[in-house]
């Protein structure tokens, strides 16, 4: 069966990237956010299926480097105990380790870029841009900002 491994930031893209829970019927998946009080109680959901990051934004910049490399090393854990086929992401900084990793090692990356931007790039997707398999855009103005980009339409 195809491994799935659903990957983003928590807040709004972990909101975007929960939008297309259906798939989880239909595939083997794994889910990946980061550690908040707020994505504390999806292991009882979800239980072996999710796995954590250390939460970190770019504000701190004294500790952020050090959480970014600590999440490297953990996406590389977390890429061979789920071993996924495909990577969907809708971003932010915490996926980028894991779809250069999972790029690497044979993964298909599927990039959502979100919805919350209509005429600029994202960091992340300037990153992930050059690797993605399939990058889709929620808005027909980014396509002309992003060579690959395929118009998906919104996921809410």
Not at 117 to 146: D, E
Request: hydrophobic fraction near 35%; charged fraction near 20%; charge should be positive.
């Amino acid at each position: 069966m195809t491994r799935i491994l659903f990957i983003s930031s928590t807040g709004g893209h972990f909101s975007e990237l929960m939008q297309l829970k259906a798939l989880l019927k239909k595939y083997d998946y794994s889910i990946i956010t980061e550690k908040t009080k707020s994505t504390k109680p999806l292991k009882k959901k979800y239980k072996k299926k999710i796995g954590y990051l250390v939460y970190g934004t770019k504000n701190n910049m004294f500790t952020y480097p050090f959480k970014f490399i600590y999440n490297c090393f953990k996406s590389l854990y977390y890429y061979f105990k789920f071993h996924p086929d495909y990577i969907i992401t809708t971003g932010a900084h915490t996926s980028v380790p894991m779809c250069y990793i999972g790029k690497i090692f044979g993964s298909r990356i599927i990039y959502i870029e979100t919805f919350a931007n209509i005429n600029t790039k994202t960091v992340t997707g300037k990153l992930i841009h050059p690797i993605a398999n399939k990058f889709i855009v929620q808005w027909p103005t980014m396509k002309k900002l992003y060579s690959k980009a395929i118009d998906g339409g919104w996921i809410y």
